[in-house]
């Protein structure tokens, strides 16, 4: 099993470092191996996912003791720390902490960041939000949305059907019928409770959240029972959401507020829109390069030919020069993809191919060996 990196020696910085230290650090390699700034590039994903790993750890004073403390050891499952599930990630410790854990820690940390919104163009506006209510915050939702190269090009309003959890009708999302709330038996209103757990390291106080109160330090008197106190409902909304021009596969856009509701009237969660890119019959894609193939015949080759060639925003003429070999690349300036908010424009490069006759007539066969003849 390989040994897991030191997350001070990931993030860069001393073990003294600061709450603000530790933050830059971990800002400037988000920035630079952010997978929307590296598509297709696993050596960035994993830099990247393992500095988030490291801050979500290090920016939380209780985790960070006990990181010091214990190590790795503290995250994981018997270990001394006991970090009772990290938000829900790898179903408790840092041992299943992937890609997209990381993406959604990230964008629950600094999706309200201007730099980051200016850096990706989308995703803004997802920061953590409070309820006065101390209700919960819902779950954000993924969905994925294909899109064509054409699309791509030109950038495209999109119209999507999302099914969420609203809030009850019947009782307004407080969960309760009467709105009167007790205080939780099993903590006494603190939201957490205690307990001694035993490892290698000997018996260590654990603190997790309440699991009779959800950490809200009370329980409904009367539960409603149209959502048996959840305070949400099943709803289908419509939401339109404006495509720029040039996004990539993998890129995000988030919609704030239109993820499930919140409980007990806590604030809704976030539809996060993924884009997919579909495949494209003529072009491949390479960054805001686009690719695409042009067969042509030996004697096209030869003598030279005027071929209309398709682009992503039509069709143009293309002058294949006499003695063209195969394999030989055009290419056609601006014929690309825009940039991601920006007013560079791709190319278009055009692979020739010679196509080599299979079967020949009498009379071709005559004439190839006439050309034979006189070293052609």
Do not use: W
Not at 32 to 52: I, L
Not at 152 to 175: F, H, Y
């Amino acid at each position: 099993m390989a040994t897991k990196a030191d997350y001070y020696e990931v993030l860069g910085v001393p073990r003294n470092a600061s709450e603000d230290e530790i933050k830059k650090a971990y800002r400037k390699l988000a920035v630079k191996y952010h997978p929307d700034k590296n598509p297709g590039d696993k050596s960035a994903e994993e830099k990247f996912r393992e500095a988030t790993e490291a801050y979500e750890v290090l920016k939380d004073q209780t985790k960070r003791s006990q990181y010091d403390q214990f190590g790795h050891a503290a995250f994981q499952a018997g270990g001394g720390g006991g970090y009772g599930g990290f938000g829900g990630f790898g179903g408790g410790g840092f041992g299943g902490f992937d890609i997209s854990d990381a993406l959604r820690a990230f964008m629950n940390d600094f999706g309200g960041d201007s730099v980051f919104s200016d850096l990706f163009g989308m995703g803004g506006g997802r920061g953590r939000r409070s309820s006065a209510s101390g209700g919960f915050r819902g779950s954000d939702l993924q969905i994925r949305l294909p899109l064509t190269l054409e699309e791509i090009a030109t950038g495209v309003k999109k119209t999507l059907k999302v099914r969420r959890k609203d809030r009850c009708s019947t009782c307004g999302g407080s969960g309760s019928k009467s709105g009167k709330r007790n205080t939780c038996p099993k903590c006494n209103g603190t939201g957490r409770v205690r307990h001694v757990a035993s490892s290698f390291f000997g018996q260590v106080i654990q603190e997790s959240v309440c699991p009779t109160c959800q950490g809200q330090g009370y329980v409904l008197a009367d539960a409603c029972q149209a959502c048996s106190g959840s305070g949400v409902e099943s709803s289908e909304k419509t939401v339109s959401v404006d495509i720029p021009a040039g996004v990539s596969e993998g890129n995000y856009i988030s919609v704030p507020e239109m993820g499930d509701a919140g409980r007990n009237n806590g604030p809704a969660g976030d539809l996060i829109v993924v884009i997919q890119e579909k495949s494209h019959e003529v072009f491949k894609r390479h960054g805001i390069d686009l690719v695409s193939d042009l067969d042509i015949s030996f004697s096209e080759a030869a003598l030279g030919v005027n071929k209309t060639v398709p682009t992503i925003d039509g069709r143009v003429n293309l002058k294949i020069p006499p003695g063209t070999q195969s394999e030989k690349i055009f290419r056609l300036k601006g014929k690309g993809l825009p940039a991601l908010h920006s007013r560079e424009h791709g190319d278009q490069m055009v692979h020739v191919h010679v196509k080599t006759p299979e079967k020949l007539g009498k009379d071709a066969k005559s004439l190839f060996e006439k050309l034979s003849e006189i070293g052609i």
